[in-house]
C-alpha cells in the first residue's frame, strides 16, 4: 500500500502541472479581457492604443501568454499565489478568509448529506414497494429535478412571507459567534445537501437491494440475526463502496454549490469570491482558485480511493 | 420644473403590483452582470454648464444657477418643514443599505456606485450637482466666473479632514483642492478619468482658501466637470503616508473630509462608517453611523428590507420598481417610499456606420423608423423610459417621452404605419439585400428579449436579421474594438448634452460606430464652447433632430429608470442626479423613528 500511494503522489504534482496548463489555457479562451473590461466600463471616452498598452503592461498581459504562465507557475510554486487585479489584494490573504467559510459549509453539507442519503436509502430499500419507500423515490426526485438555486430563493422567500422571517444578518464568524453562524450556515448547507443527498439515496437504495439478496444475507436472516443487526453489519458495509465514491463526488459539487449558496446567502467564501473574479475578468484569482481547488479533488480522490481497503479487504493496492 | 414632474408622473404612472415572488426569482448573477456594466461612470467631458463667457451672460447665468439653487434648497426646506410637523430632523440610528463596494475606493480608479454609495460617504465635493444637474456649493462656493477661461473657487473655512493621522483635522485647503483635482490626471493607467481635465490649462492655489482654474481654450461643461459624483478630493497627506496604491486598497487609507468616517469593514460582509462631528454642514448628518450589507442576490436583498434589517431596498443601480412594488406588497403602501432618481444611463443599438449596409445613412434611418419602442420599452417592467439621444434626465436638453412619440419613428397606430411604409421607401431607394444583413451582437442574456422584439420589428419592413448572443464581457470587447456591424448594449451616462460630443465626433472616444460627419461635428464643437443655455439648447435640439432624421448613426430607444426605496421612517432623501445612480447624499437624512436594529 505504501509503494501505491507513494506512486500517486508522485503523479500529484505532474497532475497539478497539467491541470495549471489546462485552467491557465481555458480562462484565456474565455471571450473578453480585464483590458476591455476596464477600457468599456470605466472611462473610454480618450481610450486609445496607448491606453490600452499602458494597461496590459500594467497587468503583465503585453507578454507572450507562455511566457506569462512560466512567471505565474513559477510565483504560485514559491507559494506567491500573486494580488487580485481587481482589489490588488493578497490573493493568499483572501483565501485565508474565505477558505474556513466555504470548509465550515461543505462540513456542514456532508453532514447532513451522509446520513441523510444514507439513511433513506436504506430505508427505502428495507421497506422496497411500501409507502414508505415511495414517498422517499418521490422525495429524491423531487430533490434531483429542482436546481439549488431556486431551491435557495425558495428557502429566503417563503419564510419571509409565510412569518416574515429572513436569515439574520451580516455573516457572523463561527468563532465570533457560533449560534448566529450556525443559523446562518444551516439552511445554505442543507439546500447544498439535498440535491447529493437524493442521488446517495437513490445509489444506496438500488445497491441496498442488491445486497440484500445475496445469499450471505439470507444466511444472516437464517441464523435468526434481527433485520437491524443483518443491514448495517452485513448489508451496509458491502453496498459502501459506490457510496464512499459518490461521497468523494460531493467536494467537487459541494465547491460548484457553493458558488450558488454563498450568492444567495450572502456568505463570504470561496464560491462568491469566484462568482466575484469571473465577473470582473479577475483571472489571477480565478487561474489559483480552479486551480488550488483541482488539486484537491485529486486528493480526495486518492482518499477515496484508499478508503476502499476499509471496506473490502478484498480490495489491493498494488 | 416640467423635469421634475416628469419623474413624478414616472413614479406614480408606471408603478404596478407584481408578487415577491416574481421578483426574488430574478437571477441575482445577471443583476450583478448589468451592474458591472450599466453602472459604469463614463463619461468623459459631459457637464453642465453654470457659467457664461460675457460679463451680463456671467451674471445670468449666476442668477439662474443661484435661481435653481435656490428652488432646490427651498424645496429642501419644504421637505424638512413637513417632517418637521412630526418633529423635525432628528439625530441618531445607523442607516442600514444594501451596498457591494467591490474592494476598489480610489475616487480615481472606482467605477461604479457601489463604492460611491459605500466608502465615498467618506469624501466630498468642491461642488455637487444637486437634483437636476444643478451645480451646488459643497466644500467650495460656487466659482467666480472671471471670464471663460477663468474661474475662481473659495473654499469654506469650516472644512476640515477627518481627525484621523496623517490629516488630524486640519483645514481643508485650496492646495489640497488643487492636489484633490491634479491627481486625476496622474500618469497612472488605471486612473480612468485622466482626461477629464484635458482641456484644463492648470489649478492654481491663489492663497489658502482660493483656487484658481485656468482652462486652455472654451469648454462649456467644465463646471459640471468639477462637480461630478467621481470629483471627490482624496489628499496628498494621505497617499504620501499610506501610497497611492493604498487608496484604492486600504480601507484604513480612506480619510477624507465627508460626512462620515470609516470605522470598519469586513470585505463583502459590512462596512461600518461614523458620523463626521467635525462636519462643514452644521447639525448634520443626522445619522449617527452607516451600515453597509454585502448583499448581492435579490431575494436576500428584498427579505432583508422587508424583514427589516436594512432601511433602504435598494439603494444603488438596482432601482427597479419591480422590486417597489414587490415590498409594497409586503409592508403596505405607506412603509415604503419610492422615489426616481434622474440617471443618465440606458439601453441602445450601436451601428457601425463603415459596415454595409449600414453605411448609407437611408438605412439607418429606416431602421430607426421600423423599431417599435413601446414594445421594447415594454419589456423592462418600467426599468426603461423611451429616450432619444439625449438623456430626458440632462434638462433641458433631453426629450420626454411624450415629446418623442410626436416624432418618426416613436410613434404608434396609424401613424406607426405610415413611419413603416416611409421605412420600406428608403430602404427599396437605398437597394439594399434585405436578406443580407449582418447578424447583430447583443449582451446576452440582458438584451435577448430586446433583440427579439427588434428582429421582429425589422422584419415588419422585409429586413430579415439574426441575433448573436454574446456574452458581457465580449460584448464589450466588440463594441470596444469596433468589431460589430450592430450591437445592443448599455448606453453610458453623462451629465451634460455634450455626451454627443464624446458618442458621436469623429474623434469622440465612444463613437463605437465610427460616424464621421462634419456637419454634426460642427455642432457638437460649438455646443462645447457656448456657455449660453438657450444657445446650447438650440444647437442640441438640431443636432438630436438631424440624427433622428437623417443620420441615424445610433439606434436610441430608451434611457434607465431608477426608483430608489427606502422605509418611510426615513425622511430627507434627496435624489442625486448622475450617470452612476450613486445616491451619494445621505447628510440631510434622518430617521424619524429609530427602529430596532438601527439605534
Redesign the interface.
Known amino acids: 500500500m505504501r509503494a501505491y500511494v507513494f506512486r500517486r503522489m508522485l503523479l500529484l504534482p505532474i497532475t497539478v502541472l497539467l491541470l495549471s496548463i489546462f485552467v491557465f489555457g481555458l480562462i484565456r479562451l474565455v471571450p473578453g479581457s480585464v483590458i476591455d473590461a476596464r477600457l468599456s466600463a470605466g472611462f473610454p471616452g480618450t481610450a486609445d492604443a496607448d491606453d490600452r498598452a499602458k494597461l496590459e503592461a500594467h497587468f503583465g498581459l503585453d507578454k507572450p501568454v507562455h511566457i506569462q504562465y512560466v512567471n505565474w507557475i513559477g510565483q504560485v510554486f514559491s507559494g506567491d499565489l500573486g494580488t487580485s487585479w481587481l482589489t490588488k489584494e493578497s490573493i493568499l490573504d483572501n483565501f485565508g478568509r474565505r477558505m474556513p467559510v466555504t470548509v465550515e459549509l461543505l462540513v456542514l453539507t456532508l453532514l447532513i448529506y451522509i446520513p441523510l442519503g444514507i439513511g433513506t436509502g436504506v430505508w427505502s430499500a428495507v421497506r422496497q414497494n411500501r409507502a414508505d419507500d415511495y414517498s422517499i423515490r418521490f422525495v429524491t426526485i423531487l430533490f434531483l429535478a429542482i436546481p439549488n438555486f431556486w431551491l435557495a430563493t425558495l428557502v429566503v422567500v417563503i419564510p419571509l412571507v409565510l412569518w416574515g422571517y429572513a436569515p439574520p444578518l451580516p455573516y457572523q464568524q463561527l468563532w465570533e459567534d457560533p449560534g448566529k453562524n450556525l443559523i446562518q450556515m444551516i439552511v445554505p448547507a442543507v439546500v447544498a445537501a439535498l440535491a447529493g443527498a437524493a442521488v446517495l439515496g437513490r445509489v444506496a437504495r438500488s445497491e441496498m437491494l442488491e445486497v440484500l439478496r445475496q445469499d450471505y444475507v439470507r444466511t444472516a436472516y437464517a441464523k435468526g440475526l434481527a433485520a437491524r443487526i443483518v443491514v448495517t453489519r452485513h448489508a451496509l458495509r458491502n453496498t459502501m463502496i459506490p457510496l464512499i465514491t459518490l461521497i468523494g463526488l460531493v467536494f467537487a459539487t459541494g465547491v460548484a454549490g457553493s458558488v450558488i449558496v454563498e450568492q444567495v446567502f450572502a456568505i463570504p467564501g470561496m464560491g462568491r469570491y469566484l462568482v466575484q473574479s469571473l465577473l470582473t475578468n479577475d483571472l489571477p484569482v480565478v487561474q489559483v482558485w480552479m486551480l488550488i481547488f483541482g488539486a484537491a479533488f485529486v486528493l480526495v480522490n486518492l482518499l477515496v480511493d484508499l478508503s476502499y481497503g476499509m471496506f473490502d479487504p478484498r480490495i489491493r493496492f498494488q | 420644473m416640467s423635469e421634475r414632474n416628469y419623474w413624478q408622473r414616472m413614479r406614480s404612472n408606471q408603478l404596478s403590483r407584481r408578487s415577491?415572488?416574481r421578483a426574488?426569482?430574478r437571477?441575482?448573477?445577471g443583476a450583478?452582470?448589468l451592474a458591472?456594466?450599466g453602472c459604469?461612470?463614463?463619461?468623459?467631458?459631459n457637464q453642465q454648464t453654470a457659467a457664461q463667457a460675457e460679463p451680463d451672460q456671467q451674471a445670468e447665468q449666476q442668477a439662474q444657477v443661484v435661481q435653481q439653487q435656490e428652488a432646490s434648497q427651498q424645496e429642501q426646506q419644504a421637505a424638512v418643514a413637513q417632517a418637521q410637523s412630526s418633529g423635525g430632523p432628528k439625530r441618531g440610528g445607523n442607516v442600514r443599505i444594501v451596498m457591494s463596494d467591490?474592494?476598489?475606493f480610489d475616487p480615481a480608479i472606482a467605477?461604479?456606485g457601489g463604492t460611491y454609495a459605500g466608502v465615498h460617504q467618506i469624501y466630498d465635493w468642491l461642488n455637487y450637482l444637486d437634483e437636476g444637474f444643478v451645480i451646488t456649493d459643497g466644500m467650495a462656493e460656487l466659482p467666480e466666473v472671471v471670464d471663460e477661461l477663468n474661474f475662481v473657487y473659495t473654499i469654506k473655512p469650516n472644512v476640515f479632514w477627518h481627525d484621523k493621522p496623517p490629516l488630524d483635522g486640519r483645514q481643508f485647503t485650496a492646495e489640497d483642492a488643487v492636489f484633490g483635482l491634479e491627481r486625476f490626471g496622474f500618469d497612472n493607467?488605471?486612473f480612468?478619468?485622466?482626461?477629464?481635465f484635458?482641456l484644463i490649462d492648470k489649478f492654481e492655489a491663489t492663497d489658502e482658501l482660493t483656487m484658481r482654474v485656468q482652462a486652455k481654450e472654451v469648454f462649456s461643461p467644465i463646471l459640471s466637470a468639477i462637480a461630478e459624483d467621481n470629483m471627490l478630493m482624496v489628499s496628498r497627506d494621505a497617499v504620501d503616508a499610506f501610497g497611492d496604491?493604498a487608496i484604492?486598497?486600504d480601507f484604513e487609507a480612506q480619510i477624507g473630509t465627508g460626512a462620515m468616517m470609516g470605522a470598519s469593514r469586513?470585505?463583502?460582509?459590512?462596512l461600518r462608517l461614523e458620523r463626521n462631528p467635525n462636519y462643514y454642514k452644521e447639525g448634520q448628518p443626522y445619522f449617527d453611523g452607516y451600515v453597509g450589507?454585502?448583499?448581492?442576490?435579490d431575494?436576500?436583498r428584498?427579505?432583508?428590507f422587508?424583514?427589516g434589517?436594512?432601511d433602504f431596498l435598494n439603494y444603488q443601480w438596482f432601482g427597479r420598481p419591480v422590486d417597489l412594488d414587490s415590498a409594497r406588497a409586503?409592508l403596505g403602501e405607506d412603509a415604503v417610499t419610492g422615489v426616481a432618481n434622474p440617471v443618465t444611463y440606458g439601453m441602445a443599438t450601436h451601428i457601425h456606420c463603415e459596415v454595409e449596409p449600414y453605411t448609407d445613412p437611408r438605412v439607418r434611418t429606416a431602421v430607426h423608423l421600423a423599431t417599435d419602442r413601446e414594445q421594447l420599452i415594454a419589456l423592462s417592467l418600467g426599468e426603461l423610459v423611451i429616450g432619444g439621444p439625449i438623456a430626458v434626465a440632462i434638462a433641458p436638453y433631453g426629450r420626454t417621452e411624450d415629446e418623442l412619440r410626436q416624432l418618426p419613428g416613436y410613434r404608434s397606430g396609424d401613424l406607426r404605419q405610415e413611419d413603416l411604409a416611409e421605412s420600406r421607401n428608403m430602404l427599396d431607394a437605398a437597394g439594399v439585400d434585405l436578406g443580407g444583413f449582418p447578424p447583430m451582437d447583443i449582451w446576452a442574456p440582458d438584451a435577448s428579449d430586446y433583440a427579439q422584439v427588434l428582429q421582429q420589428n425589422l422584419r415588419e419592413v422585409g429586413i430579415d436579421i439574426g441575433i448573436n448572443e454574446?456574452?458581457?464581457?465580449?460584448a464589450?470587447?466588440a463594441?470596444?474594438?469596433r468589431e460589430f456591424s450592430m450591437v445592443m448594449l448599455g448606453q453610458q451616462g453623462a451629465s451634460d448634452p455634450d455626451l454627443l460630443y464624446?458618442d458621436l465626433h469623429t474623434t469622440?472616444?465612444?463613437n463605437y460606430g465610427n460616424f464621421s460627419n462634419p456637419e454634426f461635428d460642427a455642432l457638437v464643437e460649438k455646443g462645447r464652447s457656448v456657455f449660453d443655455v438657450q444657445e446650447r439648447e438650440a444647437i442640441y435640439n438640431e443636432a438630436q433632430d438631424r440624427l433622428l432624421n437623417e443620420w441615424n448613426p445610433r439606434l436610441y430607444w430608451s434611457w434607465s429608470t431608477v426608483i430608489v426605496a427606502f422605509r418611510s421612517y426615513l425622511k430627507g432623501f434627496r435624489p442625486t442626479p448622475g450617470p452612476t445612480a450613486s445616491n451619494a447624499i445621505l447628510w440631510g437624512m434622518w430617521f424619524d423613528e429609530v427602529p430596532d436594529g438601527a439605534a
Open positions: 415577491l415572488l426574488s426569482a437571477a441575482g448573477v450583478a452582470g458591472l456594466v459604469g461612470d463614463d463619461d468623459d467631458d467591490g474592494g476598489i467605477i461604479h493607467p488605471e480612468v478619468f485622466k482626461d477629464r484635458s496604491g484604492s486598497t469586513e470585505p463583502e460582509v459590512e450589507l454585502g448583499l448581492v442576490d431575494a436576500i428584498i427579505a432583508a422587508v424583514n434589517q436594512t409586503e454574446l456574452t458581457t464581457a465580449d464589450l470587447a463594441r470596444q474594438n464624446n469622440g472616444g465612444q
